[in-house]
């Protein structure tokens, strides 16, 4: 899927033009991405991708929160994993791309996942359990941190703020008839992507990405889960040394 994103032919610039910020999804709840919430190693990310794979009774929100044992779902605030610091202050930024991806991480014994709900998802898939259907397995990839997609309902409707300004998805977070909470669990189909040239003008604070999705699993007994797949988010900036006007 990175392909979509390096596919930058609809454009023209100089390389040393070109800025990718990258995000992904993290259960920090400091009030700003904290360094030593991920181990400064080459594994760091390897216990939190399997966090990543929480299932709580809820869907998650922006409130910086998070608790397994109480079930406290992380946020959907993404972690950037590149460097901003280049967009900051230029003259002109321009957005050329987005691209968003959706990865299982659902592993038996993972840190921080519902056991009960991951014995439910091999089930549906594994002829000879009570849980098998030909039919009606959920959805997984059965690979350790793969990608996924294609699926509905996943509540998956973003956020991009720029200096604190909704960019792109400015009408996504309700639908014609308001706040229609079924209406909204059917989000924008992943993975996602936009190419385009949006002159952003000059960034002065910084980029924050909101994004989630997740898959309704049903254990039985009236115990259903809402089961979280860690979010990957590309965008591909041009910057400019002089003023251009916004898109």
Same mark, same amino acid.
């Given at each position: 899927?990175?392909?979509? +994103?390096? /596919? %930058? !032919?609809?454009?023209?610039? @100089?390389?040393?033009?070109?800025?990718?910020?990258?995000? &992904?999804?993290?259960? =920090?709840?400091?009030?700003?991405?904290?360094?030593?919430?991920?181990?400064?190693?080459?594994?760091?990310?390897?216990?939190?991708?399997?966090?990543?794979?929480?299932?709580?009774?809820?869907?998650?929100?922006?409130?910086?929160?998070?608790?397994?044992?109480?079930?406290?779902?992380?946020?959907?605030?993404?972690?950037? +994993?590149? /460097? %901003? !610091?280049?967009?900051?202050? @230029?003259?002109?930024?321009?957005?050329?791309?987005?691209? &968003?991806?959706?990865? =299982?991480?659902?592993?038996?014994?993972?840190?921080?996942?519902?056991?009960?709900?991951?014995?439910?998802?091999?089930?549906?898939?594994?002829?000879?359990?009570?849980?098998?259907?030909?039919?009606?397995?959920?959805?997984?990839?059965?690979?350790?941190?793969?990608?996924?997609?294609?699926?509905?309902?996943?509540?998956?409707?973003?956020? %991009?703020?720029?200096?604190?300004?909704?960019?792109?998805?400015?009408?996504?977070?309700?639908?014609?008839?308001?706040?229609?909470?079924?209406?909204?669990?059917?989000?924008?189909?992943?993975?996602?992507?936009?190419?385009?040239?949006?002159?952003?003008?000059?960034?002065?604070?910084?980029?924050?990405?909101?994004?989630?999705?997740?898959?309704?699993?049903?254990?039985?007994?009236?115990?259903?889960?809402?089961?979280?797949?860690?979010?990957?988010?590309?965008?591909?900036?041009?910057?400019?040394?002089?003023?251009?006007?916004?898109?």
């Amino acid at each position: 899927m990175s392909a979509l +994103v390096c /596919d %930058l !032919s609809h454009v023209s610039f @100089r390389e040393d033009q070109l800025i990718i910020a990258k995000f &992904f999804s993290s259960t =920090d709840t400091s009030r700003e991405p904290s360094p030593a919430h991920i181990p400064d190693t080459a594994d760091g990310y390897v216990t939190e991708m399997e966090r990543l794979g929480q299932s709580t009774s809820t869907i998650g929100t922006a409130k910086l929160q998070y608790d397994v044992a109480s079930g406290l779902p992380y946020p959907t605030r993404l972690r950037p +994993v590149t /460097d %901003l !610091s280049p967009l900051i202050g @230029r003259a002109t930024v321009r957005l050329v791309s987005v691209m &968003f991806q959706a990865y =299982d991480t659902v592993i038996a014994g993972g840190t921080g996942q519902d056991a009960t709900t991951g014995a439910t998802l091999t089930d549906t898939v594994t002829p000879g359990t009570s849980g098998y259907s030909s039919t009606g397995s959920y959805m997984q990839s059965r690979f350790r941190n793969s990608v996924v997609g294609g699926w509905q309902p996943n509540w998956f409707r973003p956020k %991009l703020l720029i200096d604190g300004r909704a960019v792109f998805f400015r009408t996504i977070a309700v639908t014609s008839l308001g706040s229609h909470a079924g209406d909204l669990s059917i989000g924008l189909t992943l993975p996602w992507c936009w190419r385009g040239d949006c002159t952003i003008g000059r960034i002065t604070k910084g980029i924050d990405v909101h994004a989630g999705a997740w898959q309704r699993v049903d254990n039985g007994g009236g115990n259903v889960k809402y089961l979280r797949f860690a979010i990957d988010c590309e965008l591909a900036f041009i910057i400019e040394d002089k003023e251009e006007p916004g898109c």
